[in-house]
């Protein structure tokens, strides 16, 4: 049966919705719940008295370990395509295009717009364990202290290395919300 017109999923997600919890309590709750449905195993009628069973500790692990996946795809993408924005600012401003401005400007677009896309993508998967400014303000910082250091020393683009910084800190500071969001929410992952 598809789970539209499952009642049993429908109540649930309608429990899930109405849970004083936070939106990461909620985003384990509902992939725990399609998990279930989709084995064909029932739902229990309190979620929350379930969070110590087995199935729910299974889901959370596997939810959050898609969620480190898809944090890091993003930051991969990010430091790539940033990099080539980065590089297309640099060419423009400088004059001195890889190849012409027209390749470069698409080029430099196109990465510039898929950065855009993945910082979206990271900042959705960062939102479900907690606070998302602290990734954006690396983000911006990391723009601006690019184009200083463009500016001081021209004849290297540190872009890359900037971003990939960036990254690992990005990565680190990442894995570390998701332990505090688990340790608050006393769920233990063995």
């Not at 384990?28 to 500790?57: A, G, Q």
């Not at 299974?58 to 959050?64: G, L, M, N, P």
């Not at 950065?115 to 303000?137: A, C, E, M, P, W």
């Not at 723009?143 to 971003?163: K, N, T």
Request: hydrophobic share 50%.
């Amino acid at each position: 049966m598809p789970l539209v017109e499952d009642a049993d999923y429908n109540r649930a997600f309608g429990q899930i919705d109405k849970m004083n919890e936070s939106v990461g309590m909620k985003h384990l709750l509902i992939n725990w719940v399609t998990d279930l449905r989709l084995e064909d195993k029932n739902i229990p009628d309190k979620l929350l008295s379930r969070k110590k069973s087995v199935s729910f500790l299974d889901s959370v692990r596997q939810t959050t370990q898609t969620d480190m996946t898809n944090f890091r795809l993003s930051g991969m993408i990010m430091m790539i395509t940033g990099s080539l924005f980065c590089m297309f600012i640099k060419a423009w401003m400088t004059e001195n295009y890889l190849v012409n401005f027209s390749i470069d400007a698409l080029i430099g677009v196109a990465a510039g717009a898929i950065f855009i896309l993945n910082l979206g993508s990271q900042t959705r998967t960062v939102g479900y364990y907690g606070k998302t400014l602290d990734f954006f303000l690396m983000d911006g910082a990391i723009f601006v202290l690019w184009f200083l250091l463009m500016m001081m020393i021209e004849a290297f683009d540190f872009s890359l290395l900037l971003f990939l910084i960036v990254y690992f800190l990005q990565k680190k500071r990442f894995e570390k919300m998701q332990k505090e969001f688990l340790s608050n929410n006393q769920i233990v992952l063995h």
